[in-house]
C-alpha cells in the first residue's frame, strides 16, 4: 500500500476528518484541526477550496450531511458546534474561499468528541466530555433533548443504518444504545477494562464494533447483548 497523494493546507496538527460524494458528483473531504480551522478541499484535484476559521479552540470532530450533502458540521473545545454551508463552491478557485458558518450555538461545560449527523439530516448529535449526547436539530440548531447516561466522556456517536437509533461509546468502559424518538437508553453493553473510543455498526446494524484504550477490538450482536469475538493483536490503544 502506498500513499497517491498528500493534502498540505492546515499549520497544526489534524484531529479529524469526514467524506463524502457531493450532489454534483464531487469528491469531497473535510478536515479539523488544532490550528482552530475548517478546511474543505476537493480530493479529485487534491485543492483546498474552503476554510472555514471562527472557532476558538482546535476541531475535535466535523461531521457532512448525509442526505442533501450541502454542508457539514464542527464541534470545537472551544464548546460550540458550527453549521457550515458549501452551496456556492466551485470546484476550480484559485484561491480557498472563506467559509461561512450558517449557525453556531455554544453546547457544553467541556470538549466536544463527537458528531453524527441522521440519515435524513434533521438531527445532529453531539458526544461531549462532560458526559452527555446533545441533540439539535439542523439546520438552525435548536435544542431537542440530552442523553445522559454515561460516567464518563463520550468519545464516539454513531447511527444505525437501519433503526432509529444511536450508539455511543465512553471513558466509563461502557457503550449505551439511545432510541432516537425521545432518547431512552435501549442497552447498555459492558466488557471493555478501560475507556471505549470508538463504536460502529456493520451488517446492516445487527452487529457492532468496538474499541478502547484496553488495545482490543471486540465484535458484539446487539440483539442478544453479546461480544462474540475479542480481537487483541494490537499493543496500544485502539482509537478508531
Not at 454542508?71 to 458546534?81: A, L, Y
Not at 445522559?148 to 447511527?159: A, Q, T
Not at 445487527?206 to 477490538?217: H, I, K, P
Amino acid at each position: 500500500m502506498s500513499c497517491s497523494y498528500v493534502l498540505a493546507s492546515h499549520t497544526e496538527i489534524v484531529l479529524c476528518l469526514d467524506t463524502c460524494v457531493s450532489s454534483s458528483g464531487r469528491q469531497c473531504l473535510v478536515t479539523g484541526s488544532k490550528d482552530n480551522s475548517v478546511r474543505l478541499w476537493n480530493s479529485e484535484s487534491i485543492n483546498c477550496i474552503g476554510i472555514g476559521m471562527g472557532h476558538m479552540g482546535c476541531i475535535g470532530a466535523v461531521a457532512f450531511s448525509n442526505k442533501w450533502k450541502n454542508f457539514f458540521v464542527s464541534g470545537s473545545s472551544d464548546r460550540t458546534i458550527k453549521v457550515w454551508s458549501t452551496d456556492g463552491i466551485s470546484d476550480d478557485v484559485d484561491q480557498p474561499i472563506n467559509l461561512k458558518a450558517k449557525a453556531v450555538v455554544a453546547t457544553y461545560d467541556k470538549d466536544i468528541n463527537s458528531l453524527a449527523i441522521a440519515p435524513n439530516d434533521t438531527l445532529v448529535f453531539c458526544g461531549s466530555q462532560d458526559r452527555t449526547t446533545c441533540v439539535w436539530r439542523l439546520p438552525d440548531l435548536v435544542s431537542v433533548g440530552v442523553l445522559k447516561g454515561h460516567k464518563r466522556g463520550i468519545w464516539s456517536v454513531e447511527f444505525s443504518p437501519v433503526d432509529q437509533c444511536v450508539i455511543t461509546a465512553s471513558g466509563d468502559k461502557t457503550m449505551k444504545m439511545w432510541a432516537i424518538a425521545n432518547g431512552p437508553c435501549l442497552k447498555t453493553f459492558e466488557g471493555h477494562t478501560s475507556s471505549v473510543l470508538r463504536a460502529s455498526f456493520f451488517t446492516r446494524g445487527t452487529q457492532f464494533v468496538s474499541c478502547g484504550a484496553d488495545c482490543v477490538v471486540k465484535l458484539w450482536t446487539v440483539k442478544t447483548n453479546e461480544c462474540i469475538d475479542t480481537y487483541d493483536q494490537h499493543e496500544d490503544k485502539v482509537m478508531d
